[in-house]
């Protein structure tokens, strides 16, 4: 059994790909206009590096693969002493600290495997915990599309809801998740 050789068809990119890029760029920066760019920019990358696709994973697989080394340069960039001065990530939305990231906790990196295999753990433990406290409804449709990846389109059918209402419901479990962590996981 031969395995199927994938081609690339950048001309239908934006039709077939973008809204799940956005999608899945939204879900790990939570910045429309940064998720806009990281997707852009893996188009370019895409079209950069279309010599170098194989066919050996589907057009989809590969531009997934692209925006996660996009989205975890963004984040090698935020935590190097350079982008902790250059970039401002908007972490606040009300209260005095407002629209600002404070720098003593952007995540520092760790010497220690062990340390740090700890911390992940405990840090999904208290995500757990606050996915739990979520109307149910919220949390379902949270764990849908940023955790099990689900299409829009997918999720609207199955819960019988419209995309705006989904959008609305991902936006209120986001802020309800952040003031969780932040009561409970940050200030530790």
């Known amino acids: 059994m031969s395995e199927q050789q994938h081609s690339l068809h950048p001309d239908l990119w934006i039709d077939k790909y973008a809204d799940y890029l ?34 050996k994973a589907s057009e989809k697989t590969w531009l997934v693969s692209i925006l996660k080394r996009k989205v975890i340069d963004h984040y090698r960039k935020i935590n190097s002493t350079k982008g902790q ?19 003593e906790r952007v ?53 019988d809801i419209t995309a705006s209402n989904l959008w609305v419901m991902i936006h209120r479990a986001r802020t309800q998740l952040r003031k969780c962590m932040e009561d409970n996981w940050f200030k530790k």
Not at 23 to 33: P, S
Not at 125 to 151: A, H, N
């Open 107 to 159: 995540p520092q990196n760790w010497n220690n495997d062990t340390e740090k295999a700890i911390e992940n753990e405990e840090l999904k433990s208290q995500l757990d915990v606050c996915l739990e406290k979520l109307p149910e409804k919220y949390g379902i449709v949270f764990r849908m599309k940023t955790i099990q990846e689900f299409e829009t389109e997918e999720i609207c059918k199955e819960l």
């Open 85 to 103: 001065a250059e970039v401002r990530m908007n972490f606040y939305e009300d209260g005095e600290n407002e629209g600002n990231w404070i720098e």
């Open 22 to 55: 956005f999608n899945y760029a939204i879900a790990r920066v939570n910045n429309y206009d940064l998720a806009k760019d990281l997707v852009q920019e893996t188009f370019f990358a895409g079209l950069k590096s279309a010599k170098n696709f194989e066919g």
